[in-house]
């Protein structure tokens, strides 16, 4: 929650006309932060040259609590000027930054790890606020941000070179050198993981960044900036605008970025990778997801029933990695009456009720999209077991977008709901006889962001793996994205690009290698006749 304050300075934003320029601050703090969806209306503050300050737009977005669609704060579209001055900040920023030393980054990052720690409750507090999830997964949203962050630390590991001695007296060393300005994009359902997927190792490599959250959850990403600024990240290394379209092009057409960030949508997805590369930048892309679970007779039913019902429901549904689609093989399709029956447990309401297991969708119109997803696909033939449509809550929340646990039966390719991305707690139920059809089945969708089977087969489990054609794989294990020491793995239709997001990946994409070859002579040099051959060191 941020409230202005006006102050006197006017350090840093020199392109601008710094008369009437409304310096802001965040008026949560590490112990105050909203508790109730009862809020004070705020404005989301831009943050250029380690100063947050109001946007001269306007156009401005509101900013909507999902649980109550009251307006709680609001977000501009930055500027042109603006938009400039930021790329610019990060690109003067740049030569300096570069050259500060590795090892005084990575103690700005170990200090940046114990101040999200201190903050975590406060990131989670936000995320509620802003996003609607339960307060729990808001703090797991922050955590797996954080084990990013820690990660991070070990940049005096992975930023080792190579050398070799390759001839007489003659070295060649392999170096990896920043890029410059890295843009992220960032979008509405991870308001401080995906941005901590990226901002810890821009920085700790040496480059500088410019970062445009979601417009509809950008409050995570300005407490994000207030902790590294106190961290000790200098004026320009990092900045913060905001908006739409307009603000999207410009990164990507700018050309002091250098590389692209992005995790989103399809279509927003793919034009972002083809104008970008287009342009000649790095890009990397992660898009949309169907993500399935396999369950075959032998499972542990009461395990597998478990993790079905969180992975599906989660979150609402809004994870890039939640099961859409599950798939039953043989007698297993006689486990859904159990799936039907755990799911209607869930309680769906307030993310600051500790009773609640989900939240809200986002906005009113995710929730529409996935009513008319349901409705059509029971035109098409599907059965719908568990109908989470029109739920009865009281005063707030009946006036938020709630949608309740939905399992639909009888799905098949061709239909919307197996099709398309819900983003909402929606479980398909395909219908298999034999597990090679089921892995025939995620094989020929064109998204292969994750995939799971639940079996006690050690032989099934391992055919599984060898012959899946999908990025994360888990046995067991219902959403199995990678601790950070790996990367963020997505193949197909969910990612575009050559090197996905943190592990080694991520420090490839925001580097590049040079290569020294220096000779130093230890004996007497004899001239020799001058030869235009390739010259050959022995």
């Known amino acids: 929650?941020?409230?202005?304050?006006?102050?006197?300075?006017?350090?840093?934003?020199?392109?601008?006309?710094?008369?009437?320029?409304k310096y802001l601050s965040l008026n949560s703090t590490t112990t105050s932060y909203p508790k109730s969806h009862k809020v004070e209306k705020y404005i989301t503050p831009s943050f250029i040259n380690n100063e947050f300050f109001k946007s001269k737009s306007t156009t401005w977005y509101d900013i909507h609590d999902p649980a109550t669609n009251e307006v709680i704060s609001e977000v501009p579209q930055s500027t042109a000027e603006e938009l400039d001055e930021a790329i610019e900040s990060a690109h003067k920023a740049f030569d300096e930054w570069k050259n500060v030393s590795i090892i005084r980054r990575q103690g700005i990052a170990f200090k940046f790890v114990?101040?999200?720690?201190?903050?975590?409750?406060?990131?989670?507090?936000?995320?509620?606020?802003?996003?609607?999830?339960?307060?729990?997964?808001?703090?797991?949203?922050?955590?797996?941000?954080l084990q990013v962050a820690e990660a991070s630390c070990n940049i005096t590991n992975d930023m080792m070179g190579s050398v070799l001695e390759v001839a007489t007296d003659m070295e060649t060393k392999m170096i990896r050198e920043p890029l410059g300005v890295v843009a992220s994009i960032c979008p509405f359902n991870f308001p401080a993981m995906v941005p901590l997927w990226s901002i810890p190792l821009i920085l700790v490599t040496g480059n500088t960044a410019v970062i445009k959250p979601s417009e509809r959850v950008p409050g995570a990403a300005m407490i994000i900036c207030e902790l590294l600024k106190e961290a000790g990240v200098p004026a320009g290394v990092l900045n913060i605008v905001h908006g739409k379209h307009d603000t999207v092009n410009k990164l990507i057409e700018d050309p002091r970025i250098k590389a692209l960030t992005f995790v989103g949508g399809d279509k927003a997805g793919k034009y972002i990778y083809e104008k970008g590369t287009?342009?000649?930048?790095?890009?990397?892309?992660?898009?949309?997801?169907?993500?399935?679970?396999?369950?075959?007779p032998d499972a542990d039913k009461k395990q597998f029933i478990n993790a079905v019902n969180g992975a599906a429901f989660g979150a609402a549904g809004q994870r890039c990695m939640a099961i859409s689609?599950?798939?039953?093989?043989?007698?297993?399709?006689?486990?859904?009456?159990?799936?039907?029956?755990?799911?209607?447990?869930?309680?769906?309401?307030?993310?600051?009720?500790?009773?609640?297991?989900?939240?809200?969708?986002?906005?009113?119109?995710?929730?529409?999209?996935?009513?008319?997803?349901?409705?059509?696909s029971i035109k098409q033939g599907a059965e719908v077991l568990l109908d989470?449509?029109?739920?009865?809550?009281?005063?707030?929340?009946?006036?938020?977008?709630?949608?309740?646990?939905?399992?639909?039966?009888?799905?098949?390719?061709?239909?919307r709901c197996y099709d398309e991305e819900i983003f909402a707690p929606v479980l398909s139920i395909v219908n298999v006889d034999t597990f090679d059809e089921a892995i025939s089945l995620v094989?020929?969708?064109?998204?292969?962001?994750?995939?799971?089977?639940?079996?006690t087969s050690g032989n099934q489990s391992q055919k599984f793996v060898k012959n899946i054609a999908c990025g994360?794989?888990?046995?067991?294990?219902?959403?199995?994205?990678?601790?950070?020491?790996?990367?963020?793995?997505?193949?197909k239709g969910s990612f575009l690009g050559d090197l996905n997001f943190y592990g080694k990946a991520g420090i490839t994409f925001l580097t590049q290698p040079k290569t020294i070859t220096t000779l130093w002579r230890t004996d007497?040099?004899?001239?020799?006749t001058p030869s235009t051959s390739m010259p050959v060191q022995h």
């Open 114 to 145: 114990e101040l999200l720690k201190a903050n975590w409750d406060r990131l989670a507090a936000m995320i509620v606020l802003e996003q609607g999830k339960t307060f729990p997964d808001a703090k797991g949203d922050v955590l797996r941000g």
């Open 278 to 296: 287009a342009l000649g930048k790095r890009v990397q892309s992660n898009m949309g997801a169907k993500n399935h679970l396999i369950v075959l």
């Open 388 to 415: 989470g449509r029109n739920p009865s809550l009281e005063a707030p929340y009946d006036k938020g977008n709630f949608l309740f646990p939905t399992v639909i039966n009888g799905v098949k390719p061709g239909m």
């Open 472 to 491: 994360q794989v888990g046995v067991n294990v219902p959403i199995p994205v990678p601790l950070p020491m790996f990367s963020f793995t997505g193949n």
């Open 1 to 21: 929650m941020m409230i202005p304050r006006s102050i006197k300075s006017t350090r840093g934003l020199k392109c601008f006309n710094t008369q009437a320029i």
């Open 524 to 528: 007497e040099f004899e001239y020799v």
């Open 325 to 376: 689609v599950l798939v039953t093989v043989g007698k297993t399709k006689e486990w859904v009456k159990e799936i039907v029956e755990d799911a209607k447990k869930l309680r769906v309401g307030s993310g600051f009720d500790e009773s609640s297991d989900l939240g809200p969708l986002v906005n009113p119109s995710s929730l529409a999209k996935a009513e008319e997803i349901i409705e059509d």
């Open 443 to 455: 094989n020929s969708n064109r998204y292969g962001n994750g995939v799971a089977l639940f079996t």
